[in-house]
């Protein structure tokens, strides 16, 4: 609990004027690793999305984690199941559509404005691929009541607001 209180002291005395120093770089190529390798969404039971924006079935995962781009069902930028307000009824799907080029803008205008309260989730995100995770992941804003979704569909979000409230 102490520990808890401090934090909260030490976010409160931040500079609100100064600029949250984001990591996040959205051009491609910025990483060390050897490019014949990809990071990918991991979880899925069905679904995997690479940091490519590929969503592809489990088995056409290749080797080197990447989509096996051959495979006709392997798209790429997939935003298949996913609203005009960036939420997706897959997580896969609403990584793939959150790496498309067109939604950087979308992204840094979300990162200029976040709440002091999400600083620290996103100060640990250093690339477009790993923002895009951890936006769609279900949060706090997709949920009412604690414990329902706001939207039960389309509960994985990338877009700056909560899902549609729908009645319980």
């Known amino acids: ?17 100064q600029p ?21 969404s991991i979880q899925g039971k069905h679904l995997i999305t690479d940091e490519l924006g590929y969503v592809c ?8 984690g990447c989509c096996d781009v051959s495979v006709p069902s392997t798209k790429q930028y997939c935003c298949d ?3 005009a307000n960036g939420c997706c009824g897959a997580y896969e799907y609403c990584v ?24 620290n989730l996103f100060l640990a995100v250093e690339d477009h691929f790993e923002l895009c995770l951890a936006k769609c992941r ?10 329902t979704y706001r939207d039960p ?8 607001s909560p899902p549609e409230l729908f009645p319980a």
């Open 153 to 160: 569909i389309a509960k994985y979000c990338y877009g700056e």
């Open 81 to 83: 199941g996913c609203l």
């Open 57 to 64: 079935e489990r088995k056409d995962l290749l080797a080197n």
């Open 138 to 147: 279900t949060s706090s804003q997709s949920v009412q009541h604690e414990n």
């Open 96 to 119: 793939s559509c959150c790496l498309q080029p067109s939604k950087q803008l979308l992204l840094e205008r979300f990162l200029s404005r976040a709440a002091m309260a999400f600083q």
């Open 20 to 40: 949250i120093p984001w990591k996040v770089q959205f051009n491609l190529g910025n990483s060390s690793r050897p490019s014949n390798q990809c990071r990918n």
């Open 1 to 17: 609990e102490e520990r808890a209180v401090r934090d909260r002291n030490l976010l409160q005395i931040q500079d609100h004027d």
